[in-house]
């Protein structure tokens, strides 16, 4: 007999799970390095094409964003997993937690999309503030603990 899942919001800010912050990098695209190094990284912008994706870079002088993580366009509303360390543009949020994979990211994607379209232009505009309080429901355990690494049930 399958237990039944129980659920309960969690916010975004929540450190048990979640580590929401702004992009390590944010490099404005006029000022990447043209570099002929032999290792490319993604640089990802708030674009809704190619998961993010705007080109491929070399070594820049900011740190890289580790891959495994989800990154947030709050004013484009884009949303999508990054699987290896990466750069960024200018306004992109990261969201890591200890438990991501690719399958997690994939189930987290469309809740914080949801969360997105609550924020929008004007006075109700979409800033990181307003992201960390936004609530995501998730399965919990008989103690109400975030059933981590088996969010995704098949």
């Known amino acids: 007999m399958t237990e039944t899942l129980k659920y309960l919001p969690f916010e975004l800010s929540d450190t048990r799970y ?11 695209k006029v000022r990447l390095k043209i570099t002929n190094d032999q290792e490319y990284f993604p640089y990802i912008t708030r ?23 989800i990154t947030i366009g709050l004013d484009t ?13 200018q306004n992109v949020q990261i969201l890591e937690s200890k438990f991501m994979t690719k399958n997690i990211a994939l189930f987290l994607i469309p809740l914080i999309k ?3 379209v ?21 399965p919990v355990d008989e103690k109400m603990n975030l059933i981590g690494n088996t969010w995704i049930v098949l």
């Open 118 to 138: 609550l924020l929008n232009w004007g006075g109700n505009g979409a800033t990181l503030g307003r992201l960390r309080v936004k609530k995501i429901v998730l």
């Open 47 to 69: 674009t809704d094409k190619n998961n993010g994706c705007d080109m491929f870079v070399g070594k820049q002088d900011k740190p890289l964003d580790k891959g495994n993580s």
């Open 114 to 116: 949801k969360q997105l």
């Open 77 to 89: 509303q884009t949303v999508f997993y990054q699987p290896t360390d990466f750069y960024t543009g």
């Open 18 to 28: 979640f580590k929401l912050h702004s992009t390590s990098s944010g490099i404005d």
